[in-house]
């Protein structure tokens, strides 16, 4: 089956301009997860849809993060205005949702704000 | 809330030696241990999971890991590592539904010297 996919993979912006990712995940997936990732660091959550609802957004910058996945299928991360610290690698996950599930995840795209 | 510590952040090992990767949660409840692989420009795979039942999970390309409730602890275990197990590892907990986001250690990176 076809993995999860992301695009762009590589992103470079400057501060204070805005940027969007996509993600299309694994077909048949109810749970879709963007995590971010910082250098020398594990992936922490951002946010969690099930369907096209949301699920736990609170860890996301709401100030400067928004999300959203509208028909419950592929889904888009964006950041306005970006910061130097937001640079990162955006990985996105997606599950059946089930219990005791397993999260495929992404390449990622890594973002680097100058 | 749940964290994961990863004490190894950088091993050496030279072919054919044993590895253990040391993993510790903080969680109350219930949960579900993963642990992750990321080889050198490649994405996030699962290498193996605990769920319930036998403590002792057995994965993929030989690798293994024992979890010890009393000691909040799922090390990561290979008898003699290959060259091509050089990659970075990282441990990650979910509660005991499956149905939420992981929370991630900080990683190990492990380097196989042949």
């Known amino acids: 089956e076809a993995g999860v996919a992301q695009s762009p993979r590589y992103k470079i912006i400057e501060k204070r301009q805005s940027v969007a990712f996509w993600c299309n995940p694994i077909?048949?997936?109810?749970?879709l997860y963007w995590y971010q990732q910082i250098l020398g660091q594990g992936p922490k959550l951002l946010i969690q849809f099930q369907n096209n609802g949301v699920v736990d957004d609170s860890q996301l910058p709401k100030d400067r993060f928004s999300a959203e996945r509208l028909k419950g299928v592929d889904s888009t991360l964006k950041i306005q205005p970006a910061k130097l610290e937001d640079s990162a690698v955006y990985l996105c996950?997606?599950?059946?949702?089930?219990?005791?599930?397993?999260?495929?995840f992404g390449p990622g795209t890594r973002l680097t704000v100058l | 809330a749940q964290s994961v510590s990863q004490h190894n952040h950088h091993v050496i090992l030279s072919e054919a030696a044993s590895l253990e990767l040391g993993c510790n949660y903080s969680?109350?409840?219930?949960?579900?241990l993963f642990w992750y692989v990321q080889y050198p420009g490649q994405h996030l795979q699962l290498l193996l999971k605990y769920f319930s039942g036998d403590p002792l999970v057995k994965g993929i390309k030989g690798f293994e890991a024992e979890f010890i409730k009393s000691k909040f602890s799922f090390n990561l275990r290979k008898p003699s590592v290959q060259w091509s197990d050089t990659a970075e590892y990282f441990c990650a907990v979910n509660d005991g539904t499956g149905r939420r986001a992981l929370t991630f250690g900080s990683g190990t990176r492990l380097q196989v010297q042949p």
């Open positions: 969680y109350g409840g219930t949960v579900n």
């Open positions: 996950a997606s599950s059946y949702g089930q219990a005791a599930d397993t999260q495929y």
């Open positions: 077909s048949g997936h109810a749970t």
